[in-house]
């Protein structure tokens, strides 16, 4: 059910947006160039025979190529580029109103994540810096034809790329970076053409922020967007207007997203560093203001713990495969750069920083005098760590390090939380050894988003074949379990943890001891009469084989399928043990650094039960 509020607020939303499509509002001034942003210049020359212009050239040259690096595979557009076409699935949709473009059907449209994607105009940043360090005019020739042929395409809020307003945020950040980067020889006729879609955009934004529909970080992102618009373009009319509102939503949002413990509120370790680049961003643009430093300190704080000594983040939750600024590179690795960004404006010498992941995002940002910042000795987390309201547990012994998700599904809907409740991810000496599957697909194939989001696809165990909570679409769960964590006790070599889920009638019960060279699980079940069978999986990574592994139960090695970059899958392995009787029962796990040992559920318990005891 609408409350009145939301009624009148899409009454005027979709008013509004009538009188623009009518209207066709277009600019006819001028703005300064370069904007109020770091020298880029500087930066580029800074740059010049770094790794980082090794990569973008590289990359570059590609692009040049229309060969286009998006989720971990490059698409391939031949001489046109077809701005509305799924290239991955060969899906091209029409050019009518955005209101009626059925952007969530994937027979009609294709999976609308691959368009976005390219309608980001992210790669065209990429080309502004090749230019930029190249001084080659065929980067740049390249950016104009391809926006010549972008304008063709999608007429002012007709087509799929006007119906996320987070999408249109994306893309005129990324044209803002363009203006900065090259905007004083871009050829006359198009610089017009340019700032009056630009202007358009945040006409649009303004008009659809996503205050019902997405309150997240969609209406993030798009607020972001348009105090960014309003700031750097006071020429534009109601650019202050567009800055004040982009100001008082991005703000509410820092509070109303951002947990006490610093953890973001959709339960995503993938959207945590994709909401603190949004807010880092606002914050430079705004002036960096003084009374938003704890919440973003704590944000970078849970973020270096996500990252771990290993410095890679495992993507417990969705992970769409997108990035504020330079989606390039390693995946797990994107959480470097904003890490070094928060190191240099929040805490310097806190959080590692390279010249390499200066070099991605802090150095356009700031400036280039933050490469000589590079610090490789940098402070790692140390010990064992709890943040309750994320209820996320991370434990940590001399060789091993355990991400452990002892926390509630995420805010509402949960439409980004996988129902991976207690389960849990770990690395030897830095490798990959238990692993989470990853997302795979959004709208793509409905049976594969509940199969990668899906319990049995985590590392906890599944009941009856069953799901913690019931999946609503592909953005929903109705009936989340409850969680509850009874213990958490860390020690100089490790840590003991104790929680459980509950859900329809079943509660699980998993603790875990980390001490040393050992990692000791115990999951016991509880719940309805009758005969239930239980499935505990073990997604296995490259270290796997580096360990020894002991179960109280026959376990299986099966094939498996993960998703390391949005719409790919690769083969993967993992143990399965299996029990079925009657309720309570139970299943442990043991895993040795240093050699072989038997374990069976008693030894196990008399374990568990030693360290409750203390």
């Not at 080659?136 to 104009?144: C, L, V, W």
């Not at 945040?202 to 205050?211: A, D, K, T």
């Not at 379990?481 to 213990?487: D, F, T």
């Amino acid at each position: 059910m609408r409350s009145a509020a939301e009624i009148r607020f899409r009454l005027r939303q979709e008013t509004a947006n009538l009188y623009l499509l009518l209207a066709q509002p277009s600019f006819t001034g001028d703005v300064d160039w370069p904007l109020n942003l770091p020298d880029a210049r500087h930066c580029a020359k800074a740059l010049r025979g770094s790794l980082f212009e090794f990569t973008v050239i590289a990359t570059a040259k590609l692009i040049l190529a229309h060969r286009f690096p998006l989720f971990g595979t490059t698409l391939e557009t031949g001489p046109q580029i077809d701005w509305r076409r799924d290239y991955a699935h060969n899906k091209t949709s029409e050019a009518k109103y955005f209101r009626l473009v059925p952007y969530l059907n994937f027979a009609a449209v294709g999976d609308h994540k691959f368009i976005w994607e390219l309608n980001r105009h992210q790669h065209l940043v990429l080309l502004a810096q090749a230019y930029l360090l190249t001084g080659q005019p065929d980067y740049a020739n390249e950016i104009f034809a391809q926006l010549e042929t972008w304008f063709e395409q999608n007429p002012f809020q007709r087509g799929i790329n006007w119906a996320s307003a987070l999408e249109v945020g994306f893309r005129a950040l990324s044209w803002i970076w363009l203006w900065h980067f090259c905007g004083d020889i871009m050829p006359e006729a198009l610089r017009a053409r340019f700032l009056t879609s630009l202007y358009q955009h945040g006409r649009h934004l303004y008009e659809n922020l996503s205050v019902y529909f997405s309150p997240n970080t969609h209406l993030l992102g798009e607020a972001v967007a348009l105090h960014a618009l309003g700031t750097l373009f006071p020429a534009f009319p109601n650019a202050a207007q567009w800055q004040q509102r982009g100001a008082d939503v991005t703000e509410r949002q820092l509070t109303f997203q951002v947990k006490p413990d610093g953890s973001h509120f959709e339960q995503s370790t993938y959207y945590h560093v994709y909401a603190l680049d949004f807010f880092l961003f606002y914050y430079l643009l705004a002036g960096r203001p003084s009374h938003l430093e704890p919440a973003l300190k704590r944000m970078a704080e849970y973020l270096s713990w996500l990252l771990g000594p290993a410095r890679r983040i495992a993507y417990f939750g969705d992970d769409d495969g997108g990035r504020l600024f330079h989606p390039q590179g390693v995946r797990d690795e994107f959480g470097r750069a904003t890490l070094a960004t928060c190191g240099v404006l929040l805490k310097p010498n806190q959080w590692l920083a390279t010249r390499t992941e200066l070099a991605e995002q802090a150095s356009w940002w700031i400036g280039a005098e933050v490469l000589s910042q590079a610090d490789t000795a940098g402070m790692l987390p140390q010990s064992s760590k709890l943040f309750p309201d994320a209820g996320a547990v991370f434990l940590q012994s001399d060789q091993m390090y355990v991400q452990f998700d002892a926390g509630s599904f995420g805010w509402g809907g949960a439409g980004h939380s996988h129902a991976d409740t207690l389960s849990f991810v770990a690395w030897y000496r830095g490798e990959p050894l238990l692993t989470d599957p990853g997302t795979f697909t959004y709208l793509g194939d409905p049976l594969e988003r509940n199969r990668f989001r899906g319990t049995a696809a985590h590392n906890t165990i599944t009941i009856d074949g069953q799901q913690q909570a019931e999946p609503a679409g592909p953005f929903r769960w109705n009936r989340k379990p409850s969680v509850q964590l009874h213990a958490f006790a860390p020690n100089k070599d490790g840590c003991f943890v104790d929680a459980t889920c509950e859900y329809r009638g079943f509660q699980h019960r998993r603790q875990i001891l980390l001490q040393g060279v050992q990692l000791l699980v115990l999951d016991e079940v509880s719940g309805p009469a009758g005969e239930h069978v239980l499935e505990q999986v073990w997604n296995l990574g490259i270290a796997a084989s580096k360990v020894h592994f002991a179960f109280s139960e026959a376990a299986q090695e099966e094939p498996r399928e993960s998703s390391a970059v949005y719409g790919m899958k690769t083969p993967s392995r993992a143990f399965i043990v299996r029990r079925k009787g009657t309720l309570p029962l139970a299943l442990a796990m043991c895993l040795r650094l240093d050699h072989p040992i038997d374990i069976s559920v008693l030894e196990a318990r008399r374990i568990f039960d030693n360290e409750v005891g203390k």
